[in-house]
């Protein structure tokens, strides 16, 4: 592999970029520690209050007076409500219902606020886990790799995301990454993939992305000869998703014309640096012109 870097004399941006990514890494790491020092240092300097054991009987006292304000509060009101339902009941000719009437009409009204709550907990937990994850189950994930893409466009860097939208990238030698975070930022495109489509559903599809992190955790990374694009050809192969046979090329236009992208800012992180590229070069010809 080192033979074939120095052919392509690619050497040193490879170190280049592998070096970017760990000073990327270190920085992240010093901002958690920073903010767990600040965490620190504010616990520590709260002056903690001593309460004797009288003043703590006395809370106790107050709170145990409180609840049981409560319930009387909710007795009366409960008195109230059997009262007017009683009366209505004696101007319309019925009988009054008996207390256990009553205590079962009371129990159902518990019962449906309470499943009411559980319901709106739930879809509310499961709309933020959707923003979350922006519904990146089973897609292949790209993102920007700079300079690279700024020169051309349809490069960039490719990861995989596993039936609960984690993303998986290898991101440099004998290293992936299985986190969720890909190595040069958030992904800006992905192309989906029907789970109807692959040969053993979400169990088969996470297996072999393990499998392929496992591999290429024992291999050394190379920008042009076995990259992000090889793993995850390797996990698409393994499945195999529609028949096997995928390399770098496949994956590299597949994502280039069918990906959707994820924001409107991703299509300038994308084309905007191209553009700009191009712009300028016209203008520097334009003018040499004149």
Known sequence: TMSLLNCYGLEHLHYFIYLSYLQRIQFELLCQLQQ?????????????????YDEFQKTIAGNDNSTNSEKRIQEKRNSKSKNKQQQQQQQRGAPPPSSSSLSRISSTGNMKSKKKKIVSSLSSSSSLSSFHNNDLSFTILWSPLPPITWILPFIGHLGIATSTGIACDFQGPYYVGDSGRMAFGKPTRAFKINEADIPGGAERWDTCIEEANDIYRQRMHNLFCDNCHSHVACALNRIPYQGGKWNMVHLCFLVFFKGRFLSTRAIFSQFGPFLFLVLVIWLSKFLTTK
């Open 36 to 52: 767990v020092q600040q965490c620190w240092t504010r616990n520590s300097t709260k002056k903690k209050k001593i309460v004797s």
